[in-house]
Nanobody
Framework: QVQLVESGGGSVQAGGSLRLSCVAS??????MGWFRQVPGKEREGVAS???????TYADTVKGRFTISNDNAKNTLFLQMNSLKPEDTAMYYC??????????????????????WGQGTQVTVSS
């Protein structure tokens, strides 16, 4: 059973920073992602990182968010800088097993991921 546990959410003023963490079970060809969702809207991909180090970002967070992982600690991170009120959402860690060049194509699609954490709330005030 794959388990994902997020932490690090909170409230911050616009322009501030937060760092999210996700402790994940280890499994082969692990591809991890961060998603976010606000009430009434679809869950959207924010960033992903493959087992080969391939990284993708949503256009809305490029240059502000950084995804990384510590394989020794089975922990995924999302460093969020220059936060904006529109970044307010529940943030979810997700995982899938994927190998090959095609993995990046659907890296930010929520339907590509079968495993999800419980979410951590991020609130950015203006």
């Amino acid at each position: 059973q794959v388990q994902l546990v997020e932490s690090g959410g909170g409230s911050v003023q616009a322009g501030g920073s937060l760092r999210l963490s996700c402790v994940a079970s280890r499994f082969p060809n692990r591809w991890m992602g961060w998603f976010r969702q606000v009430p009434g809207k679809e869950r959207e991909g924010v960033a992903s990182i493959g087992s080969d180090g391939t990284i993708t970002y949503a256009d809305t967070v490029k240059g502000r968010f950084t995804i990384s992982n510590d394989n020794a600690k089975n922990t995924l991170f999302l460093q969020m800088n220059s936060l904006k009120p529109e970044d307010t959402a529940m943030y979810y860690c997700a995982a899938r097993s994927c190998y090959g060049a095609g993995c990046v194509t659907f890296a930010l699609m929520r339907t590509s991921y079968p495993y999800w954490g419980q979410g951590t709330q991020v609130t950015v005030s203006s």
